[in-house]
C-alpha cells in the first residue's frame, strides 16, 4: 500500500468503526468539519487527560482554566489577529480552486528538496562505500542545480513574505511554472490576503462595533486572565496556566482530514517568566515537550525538531514538533518564545496594569512567557495513522489492527463469553461487573470468537477477556493481547491488576 491509499483506508477505517465523521453528512458534509463517534470521542478524551495531567498535576506552579469561546472584541485587536491574521490566497481561474499561494510555493520548494536527496541517493548505491556525501553534495552537477534553485526560490519568498509583498509572490509562482494540480494550467489571480478569523454579531444593536470573534486560539483566553489566576492563585513567577479548548479558523485550503479543520481543538500552556530567562525555559519545554510525546512510545524517528528561520514580530525563538504523518513530516505543535507581546498589548489597550510584583526584588515587571501550543485533533490523527496496521497472518488471513498505545486506547477490554447459553453470558457479566469501575469496556456475545477478536483489533482494544465453560468451574479466563495475539489463562480475581499494568495512564505519566 502506498502512502496514499493506507491514509484513504485509515479515513475509511476511521468512519466505519465509530471514530471520526464528516460533519452533518446527511446534508453531504460541511467542508473540514468533523464529529468524533463514540470511539473517537474516547481516544480524544484520554489524549486530553494525559496532556491536562502532564501540564497540571506534574508541574505543582501549572494550573488549568476554561475559558470562553467569545471575547471582547479588543482582544484580537491587541493580539494582532485582526490586522494579521491573514494568510495570502490565490484561485486558479480554470479549475476555479483556491490555493495558498505560501503553500504552492513551499511545496515547489519541497520537491526540489526531496530531489536533492534523490540524487544523493543514487549517488550512495552508484558508489557504494567509497561514497564521499559531502563531497557529492557540493560537487554533482544534479544536485548543485536542484539545491541553488531551491535557494534562491527560498529567498524570495522571504523577502516577499517580510515585506508582504503579495505582486511578489504571484511573481514567484509564474516564474517557477508553477501549476494548479487540479487543472493543469498557469492561470493564477492575483494573490490577496484572507482573515482566517470567523465573526458573528452580539444583538445588542447589530451594529459593526457589535461584531465578535470566534476565537481562532485558546492562548488569548489565558492572557486575559493572567491576572485573576495569578491573583487568586497566589502564583509566583515562574508559573503557567494551561487549557483546552475549541479554536475557529477559516481555513482557504482545509484538507487532509482532520488536519486541518476549520473548528478544531488546542491544548495551550502559557509559562509566565522573568525577562531576560526565556532562552533557558525555551529550551526546558522543547524538552519537556518532546518527551511528552516520546513517552508514548510511537518511534523517535517520527519526530522532528522544525526551528523557525523566520520569526512572527511577537517571538524571540519558535520551533515546531513534526511528525511523520502519512503526508510527510508536518507541524504537530509549536512552541513559542512570545516575550511580552502578549501581555504587553492588553496592558497598553485595556488601561489595566498587567503586572507582576517580585517580593525577593521588589521589582514590578511584565512577564515574558514561553508558550506550548497542540492541536488535539492533530495528535488524535498522529495517533491512530501511526497506529494503523493491515497484518498479514498465518494461513493467508489478515487482520487490521489499531496498535493505539494502551493507556489512550478509548476501549481497555473486551469481555467475550464463548457461547450465548450454558451460562457463560451470566458469568461474562459478572466479570463486567468487576472491571466497570476501572475500565472503558465492550460487552460482545454475538458471532463466532474470531470475529469477535478482529472487531477489537480493529478498534485497538488492548485485552480481550473471554469466558468459557472450564470458567464455570475454575473461575479463570482466557485474555488476549491485542498486539502479541498470545493467550492466557488467568484467575478472574487477577483480572483488574493484569489490564491496570497496561492500561492505566499513571504508569505512563509516573515516566514522564
Ligand atoms: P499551520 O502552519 O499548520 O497552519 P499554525 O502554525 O498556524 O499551523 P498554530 O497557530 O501554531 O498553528 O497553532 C498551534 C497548533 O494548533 C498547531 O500546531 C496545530 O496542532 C493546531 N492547529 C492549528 N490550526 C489547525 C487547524 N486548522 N486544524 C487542526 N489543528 C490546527
Redesign the pocket.
Known sequence: MTQEELFKALVAHCKEYGFIFPSSEIYDGLA?VYDYGQLGAGLKNNIKKYWWDAMTRLNENIVGIDSCIFMHPKVWVASGHVAAFNDPLIDNKDSKKRYRADVLIEDYIAKLQDKVEKEVEKGRKKFGDSFDEEEYRKTNPNVMRAKAKADEVHNRYLEAETNNDLKEMRQIIVDCGIVDPVSGTKNWTDVRQFNLMFSTQTSNTGEAADKIYLR??TAQGIFVEYLNVQKTGRMKIPFGIAQIGK?F?N?IV?RQF?????E???M?MEFFIKPGTEMEWFKTWKSNRMNWHLNLGMGAENYRFHDHEKLAHYANAAT?IEFNFPFGF?????I?SRTDFDLGNHQKLSGKKIQYFDPETGESYTPYCVET???????VLAVLSHSYHVEQLEGGESRVVLSIPAPLAPIKVAVLPLLKKDGLPELAQKVVDELKFDFDYQYDEKDSIGKRYRRQDAIGTPFCVTVDHDSLEDNSVTIRDRDTMAQERVPIAELRDIIDKKVNLNNLLRKL
Open positions: 473540514a481562532p486560539e479554536a479558523r481555513e482545509a482532520i488536519f486541518r479543520m476549520r478544531f481543538e488546542q495551550e515546531d508536518k507541524e504537530l505543535e509549536g513559542h501550543s497542540i492541536g488535539v485533533d492533530r495528535m
